[in-house]
């Protein structure tokens, strides 16, 4: 597997943002169902759930956002349920995501969502007290260790960062990987990660985190984070 290079505090890989703002995954957005994957160098195919993905907030998602606290910033939102489950219950919350049919979704939705990367600035930095990294999020940039050194700083001191985990504890890779609906030549690749629950809690702690809680539901993981 090949590794990825460390990425930057300031933006996501270009090769990234265009892979999620172009076909086919904005086709599948738009469509509210897949075939879509991850591709890996040796061929190896990540399924992408787009159809839950577009769905409403089923009783897991539901769960990660009861234990929310003040206002939410979903990273790398995707069409919006959480960010629409969220403000259909009078929180504050705003999505963010690279991808601008995402975005359009998000909003068509009713919520709020901006075309950003992580990575730039951000409204309200410092100041949100939770993040949430849902549906393999954690694997932006490929480096887990700068994304959880910048969700630090986007959140306010003692901010709650909310993520979903793969449901094998033994995961930890890094590879470089492009955005394929099988049919069309996939497009460029770029840097992603994987973690099971168990390297996701290494990672943070040394990053400065605290794991708070960590459970199970409807088949999918999910770890809360405390900043130190």
């Known amino acids: 597997m ?3 290079a460390r990425v930057g505090h300031q933006r996501t890989a270009p090769a990234a943002e265009h892979a999620w703002s172009a076909d086919p995954y904005a086709d599948a957005l738009r469509a509210g169902r897949g075939p879509l994957f991850l591709r890996r160098a040796d061929g190896w195919l990540l399924p992408l759930d787009v159809e839950r993905w577009c769905a409403a ?3 897991a998602d539901l769960e990660v956002l009861r234990r929310r606290e003040g206002a939410v910033l979903d990273v790398g939102c995707g069409p919006g349920r959480l960010v629409a489950a969220l403000g259909a219950r009078g929180h504050r919350a705003l999505g963010i995501d690279v991808s601008e049919a995402a975005v359009a979704h998000t909003v068509g939705r009713g919520g709020q969502a901006l075309l950003r990367s992580v990575f730039d600035p951000l409204p309200g930095t410092g100041r949100w007290g939770t ?3 849902m549906d393999g999020n954690l694997g932006i940039g490929g480096d887990p260790g700068a994304l959880l050194d910048r ?3 986007v959140l306010v001191g003692g901010g ?3 993520v979903e985990t ?3 504890p033994d995961v930890d890779e890094r590879a470089l990987v492009q955005v394929t609906d099988a049919r ?3 497009g460029a690749p770029f840097p992603w990660a994987r973690l099971g629950t168990p390297a996701l809690v290494r990672y943070a702690e040394g990053a400065g985190w605290r794991a708070e809680d960590e459970w199970s539901a409807g ?3 999910f770890v809360a984070l405390r900043a130190k």
Do not use: F, T
Request: aromatic share 4%.
């Open 219 to 221: 088949g999918r993981c």
């Open 166 to 168: 793969v449901p094998y």
């Open 131 to 133: 993040a949430l990294l």
């Open 184 to 186: 069309r030549a996939p």
């Open 2 to 4: 090949r590794a990825a």
């Open 160 to 162: 709650l960062l909310l």
């Open 151 to 153: 969700l630090a700083r």
């Open 57 to 59: 907030a089923d009783a």
